[in-house]
């Protein structure tokens, strides 16, 4: 059975740390891609980063830059997303997502079930 489970959410105070981990099994972690990607209250999915099957390569939206850090470790089939600086923008549910290709144009996708962020005074 697939399974991406998120863990490491919570109430935070604006200028704190948290540090997100999404836990995979069920599938060949390190032959996927994978993205954090989060949905504030009211709103629609949001992509905040990306990091290629090996973890050589690294990508972040614009609102996270320079405050995110996605990183993964394939040995023990683990996603990872530390954000530093957090404000009360950065309040959503967090989802871990993976992504391969299959085939000439079709993908193979599984979501976490999410971890709530509040960032709040």
């Known amino acids: 059975e697939v399974q991406l489970v998120e863990f490491g959410g919570g109430l935070v105070q604006p200028g704190g740390s948290l540090r997100l981990s999404c836990a995979a099994s069920g599938f060949t972690f390190s032959s996927y891609a994978m993205s954090w990607v989060r949905q504030a209250p009211g709103k629609g999915l949001e992509w905040v980063s990306a990091i290629n099957s090996g973890g050589g390569s690294t990508s972040y939206a614009d609102s996270v830059k320079g405050r995110f850090t996605i990183s993964r470790d394939n040995a023990k089939n683990t996603l990872y997303l530390q954000m530093n600086s957090l404000k009360p923008e950065d309040t959503a549910v967090y989802y871990c997502?993976?992504?391969?290709?299959?085939?000439?144009?079709?993908?193979?996708?599984?979501w976490g079930q999410g971890t709530q962020v509040t960032v709040s005074s």
């Open positions: 997502n993976a992504v391969r290709t299959v085939g000439d144009s079709g993908l193979e996708t599984y």
